[in-house]
């Protein structure tokens, strides 16, 4: 930019090469099987594209040849960063389908969960932005915390990571105390450590100059690319299921919507943060109104009677086993109910043709859909840029490729 | 604002405009279904998005859908689109006939369509009139056949591993 550049210089560029580089699909600095073929000049990136479908399962084949129940593990494997949401998701739009109100309880149940998986994919998601800009340490904290999450997700149904938490018409079981006791200690000693974390980060030299004004899209067109959740929200936009249509009582809680200005990886990032702390403020509300009552509704035919009276009742096993093979028949109609993933909005839409699978099952991914936005990001930055503005996508592997 | 824009006035206000097009509509668990001829759903989405009232800008979701048994209207294209000013969800469907399959593509109206456009080919061999870009996308560029398609069964029909016989059924 300087009197180095003379006549000659601007000569040898127009006729200089471009170099192909693919980063992925198995790269250590993409946090999952992401392809990108790069087209450089230096470090300067020309264009990219993108190649999908590395763990595509067809989940949406699948879904069409499983009973409904038998659907949720399948959603577990979506965004498996917050897979109760998914799993929550799944659930309501089965309830919606054949109309079932769930008991408040339930709902109240539901948000926590839903909630501790939110903090647990921004966590996941923060952390890891950190990493690609070198900062290792709050990884290893906040890892901790995800850990102490999955923890409380163990004592509720028994699983971890691929949780398949709760069934239609309620949740398996009421929370223990023991639940009770992990969810008030992870309220009180996340918010310490946490802090931690947002000195180590937040206003530090070294990330501020990695993540301002790298990877940023106007709220326009993130409008325009299918934008949702964080990223959108980032953007400047103030799009939130949770509040636009409200599903499992977030009408009852109080709550703000973190937003950024410029949709860079920072105010991504930010964005994130704040909502974090939303989340442990929505919990302590649904903690201290915990309503009474029971945990599930009143739908035999896709609720599992206890497994007490199974064992001893002959009813009940005849109730179990039909529940168990799936045959019950759902209502003819159709439906697309969202709810607010980690990354998203999370979208189901079902045909069904009355039978006991659905006809047609289609999932809006969120990261899917705005992950088309990644090639005009990074376009004109860094290669290194372009790593950090990936991770602070929160793109999913599991969730993009179906 | 003076008048509520509820899916009664929507769908009255799109019958002034687009009476000959909409050939059905109804409302499964209160979201504005359409069903519009294939060539018109270009048009019809762009007017909502253009509309000043209704500004569905948005757009939430694009898949398709196989019915073998509607003869003539095997394929289905459903668009999800939104408005976010007036929080109303639409849904806009276009039936396809089964031989060869095709909708102008909307991918310069809404850019998010782009991939989820690259999808449903993908998946049912639906063609995009005017896509940049219509490759397969989830699966292999070889493959010759579109795997969503009711015809095809989840499994593999030739595996001998999992006849019935050897599960004593």
Known sequence: ??????????????????????????????????????????????????????????????????????????????????????????????????????????????????????????????????????????????????????????????????????????????????????????????????????????????????????????????????????????????????????????????????????????????VRQNEIWQSLRIIQQALDNMPQGKWYADVPDFYLPPKEDVYTKMEAMISHFKVIYGETNIPKGELYNAVEGGNGELGFYVISDGGRAPFRLHFRRPCFIYYQAYTEMIKGGMLSDAIVTLSSLNVIAGELDA | MTKEINNTYILEKLHTQFGNEIISSEEPYGMLTITVKPNAAYTILSWFKNDKEIQATFLTDVCGAHFPDLPGQEFCVIYHIHSLVNNIRIRVKAFLSGNSPSIPSITNLFPAANWQERETYDFYGILFEGHPNLTRIMNVDEMDYFPLRKEYPLEDGTRTDKEDKYFGR
């Open chain 1, 1 to 270: 930019m300087n009197s180095e550049f003379d006549d000659k210089t601007i000569e040898r560029v127009e006729e200089k090469q471009y170099t192909t580089l693919n980063l992925g699909p198995t790269h250590p600095a993409t946090h999952g099987i992401f392809q990108n073929i790069l087209t450089m000049d230096g470090e300067i990136i020309v264009d990219a594209e993108q190649t999908l479908g590395y763990i595509h399962r067809a989940f949406e084949k699948i879904a069409e040849h499983r009973a409904y129940y038998q659907i949720t593990p399948l959603t577990d494997r979506l965004n498996y960063c917050s897979a109760p949401i998914n799993n929550m998701g799944w659930h309501m739009t089965v309830e919606k389908l054949i109309g079932v109100e769930i008991p408040k309880r339930a709902q109240y149940m539901r948000v926590i969960i839903m909630e501790l998986a939110r903090i647990a994919d921004h966590l996941v998601c923060n952390s890891v932005i950190g990493v690609d800009c070198g900062a290792l340490t709050g990884f290893t904290y906040m890892f901790q915390w995800r850990e102490k999450i999955y923890d409380i997700y163990e004592h509720i149904c028994g699983a971890r990571l691929t949780s398949n938490i709760g069934r239609i018409g309620g949740l398996e079981r009421d929370f223990s105390n023991e639940v009770y006791k992990k969810i008030k200690e992870f309220l009180v000693e996340f918010p310490k450590i946490f802090n931690e974390f947002i000195a180590l980060l937040e206003r530090n030299r070294i990330f501020y100059d990695r993540t301002v004004d790298t990877g940023a899209i106007s709220a326009e067109r993130a409008l325009q690319y299918g934008f949702t959740g964080p990223n959108l929200r980032a953007a400047g936009v103030d799009y939130d299921v949770r509040v636009m249509n409200p599903y499992s009582s977030y009408e009852d809680f109080e709550f703000d919507i973190p937003i950024g200005v410029k949709g860079d990886t920072y105010d991504r990032f930010m």
